[in-house]
Each structure stands twice: as structure tokens, then as C-alpha cells.
């Protein structure tokens, strides 16, 4: 069997965790781990001694038998670095959110349409064996209409790490919004919970209204007291809840008025795994048509739209998305990995 040859660029937690994942794959080699900061290189080394470390991308990239790279960078330098391992003519893993505008994420999608790459981001929930159930009952009327979905994701901790709640967490919730319901909303209403000089929301909610009267009601919080993975999609007829946390028999439960409620039964599955299985076989195969780069510009509109609500004291934003116009982009510079 061919292997896929992989360079990871980031070593904190998330990106360690991700070249655990990719590691454990039979089809693939990580051939090159870059970072900056010299304790996570040697951090790395010493986890993945198989691999060559650096802190110069460029190496990395110029490696023949690299064909893809998975970028776990800081959300800020999302862009940059996809950028320039697309223009490098590699296939791209990109952790959420693939970059912090929307201009900057219809420029990535531009770049891999043109060069027939592969761009997939790191939207994990989508490949939870409770979501893709629960789509199919979304699907088939089951529920009823209109739907409301309403979503809860609060961590815990003192609040000492810099960064908006929104942009870290809202990724998640916004991409299960957008997935199950189908599209775009026409407009998001956010309010920002503002407690630093910074003026970073250290958490957020937000009302997407979408065609047809659904509409999907977005909370979370960075400092909560504990944490919570919730999500409840109600309509006239049934009622879908799942509960992220929770062991995967017991995710995902439905409520009629007839029966009460009652486990959904689904086959258990990592959802990490199942991504990463998902771009490799993508890659292995060279079907850029696989990624899910235009559903990941939608969600980085989304969110850019609920971050402009917030500046304007909730006043309701539309969605401003325009199709990518496909064009050859500009050489990306890269400071930093």
C-alpha cells in the first residue's frame, strides 16, 4: 500500500493531537513536524522520533514526498500558512476556522479550486456518528417544521488565555447549524459578553434566522463553571438532543409527545479518527472535489457576521457571502508556524 507523506505544521496540544491521530493511520507517514517554539520541537521529536522536525516551513514543504499538510497554527496564522502549502501544490488539512474573514477563507478555497487541491478544515462534529444521524432525521421530516436549534458549549478555567469565545468555540455549533439545516442564514444577531481591556468576548450569544422560519440559537462561554456540550433541535412534531459528553449509546436521544423520550441507537465511532481516515483516503485518491472548503466559508461568514452584530450592540447583520471567484492568488508570506 502507497503512503501518504504528511508534514504537520504547529506542535501545541491540538496539532500533537492530530499527528497522534494521522500517525496511527496504516496509509500514512508523517515525514515532517514544524514549529517555532524550540520546547514543542523537542517535544515532538521525542513523541515522534520517526520524524523530521524543523522550524523553517519551507524545508517541509519542499520535500517531494510531502503531499499534504495539516496546519494546526493559531487561528490568526490559518491563512497564511494554507496558503502557502497551497501554492506549494500540496493537498491541506486546516484546523477551525479556516482563517478569521471571510475574504481571507474565499481566497484559500480559490487557491485549492485552482490548483486542483484538496482543502478540508477540521470541523470534527461532522463526522460524529450522533450528527450524521441526526441529519438523516432532520431529513426525514420526522421532527416537524419549522425547527429551532438551540446549542450550548461552555469550557471551564480562569480566564487567563487571551482570544474571542466566539472564534474559538462558535466554529463548531455554526458548522452543525449550517449542516443540518441545509444553508446560509439571511441574518445573525449576536451580543458579546466583554470582560477584558482587550475588549475579547469571553463568551457570546447569537440567533441565526434562516429561510422558512428556522433558526438556530448559538451560546457559549470560555470561564464557565463546567463544562458543556449540548445541542437540542425541536420541532412541532419531536424533539432531537445530544449530548457531545455524553458515552456514544447515550448521545442522542429523541422526545415525542406519544412516547416520551428514547435513545437513538448508533454505532459507536471517533469522530477524530473518522476525519482523519476521511483526508487521507481523499488524498490518497486526489479528488480535490472531497474537501469541504466551501462549507467551511460558510461558517467563517457566519461568524464574521455575529462579530460584526457584536460591534453594532446586536443590531441584526446580513451574511455577506459571495461564490469565490477563482483566480490565481498572490505568493502568502509566512512568519511564523
Not at 74 to 79: E, N
Not at 91 to 105: C, N, R
Not at 171 to 177: E, I
Request: aromatic content about 4%.
Amino acid at each position: 500500500m502507497a503512503t501518504t507523506g504528511i508534514a504537520v505544521i504547529g506542535a501545541g496540544p491540538w496539532g500533537m493531537t492530530l499527528t497522534g491521530a494521522m500517525a496511527g493511520l496504516a496509509q500514512v507517514r508523517i515525514r515532517w513536524i514544524c514549529e517555532l517554539d524550540q520546547v514543542r520541537r523537542a517535544r515532538a521529536a521525542a513523541a515522534h522520533p520517526y520524524a523530521r522536525v524543523t522550524g523553517d516551513l519551507e524545508e517541509a514543504l519542499r520535500d517531494p514526498e510531502v503531499t499534504a499538510v495539516v496546519v494546526a497554527v493559531d487561528p490568526a496564522r490559518h491563512h497564511a500558512v494554507a496558503m502557502q502549502a497551497l501554492l506549494a501544490d500540496k493537498h491541506v488539512f486546516v484546523e477551525k476556522p479556516m482563517a478569521l474573514s471571510t475574504s481571507d477563507a474565499r481566497d484559500l478555497y480559490a487557491a485549492a479550486t485552482t490548483r486542483a487541491r484538496i482543502l478540508t478544515v477540521g470541523h470534527l462534529l461532522l463526522h460524529h456518528p450522533a450528527v450524521r444521524h441526526a441529519m438523516t432525521l432532520v431529513a426525514s421530516g420526522v421532527l416537524g417544521e419549522p425547527l429551532t436549534l438551540v446549542s450550548t458549549r461552555e469550557t471551564p478555567g480562569a480566564p487567563r488565555q487571551p482570544g474571542s469565545a466566539w472564534w474559538a468555540l462558535a466554529p463548531h455549533d455554526v458548522s452543525l447549524a449550517l449542516h443540518l439545516f441545509g444553508g446560509l442564514p439571511t441574518t445573525v444577531t449576536a451580543i458579546g459578553d466583554v470582560r477584558d481591556e482587550a475588549e475579547e468576548d469571553s463568551g457570546a450569544k447569537a440567533v441565526l434566522s434562516f429561510a422558512g422560519g428556522r433558526t438556530a440559537h448559538i451560546q457559549v462561554a470560555r470561564f464557565a463553571p463546567r463544562k458543556r456540550r449540548e445541542m437540542m433541535i425541536r420541532g412541532p412534531k419531536a424533539t432531537l438532543t445530544f449530548d457531545e459528553l455524553a458515552p456514544a449509546d447515550q448521545a442522542l436521544r429523541l422526545w415525542t409527545p406519544q412516547d416520551g423520550a428514547s435513545l437513538v441507537s448508533i454505532e459507536p465511532a471517533d469522530a477524530l479518527h473518522a476525519q482523519c481516515i476521511d483526508f487521507a483516503a481523499n488524498v490518497a485518491r486526489g479528488d480535490a472535489r472531497a474537501g469541504n472548503g466551501a462549507h467551511a466559508v460558510d461558517v467563517v461568514a457566519v461568524l464574521e457576521a455575529a462579530h460584526a452584530s457584536m460591534l453594532r450592540d446586536g443590531t441584526p447583520q446580513p451574511v455577506a457571502f459571495e461564490t469565490a471567484t477563482v483566480s490565481e492568488p498572490e505568493n502568502a508570506s509566512f512568519e511564523a508556524a
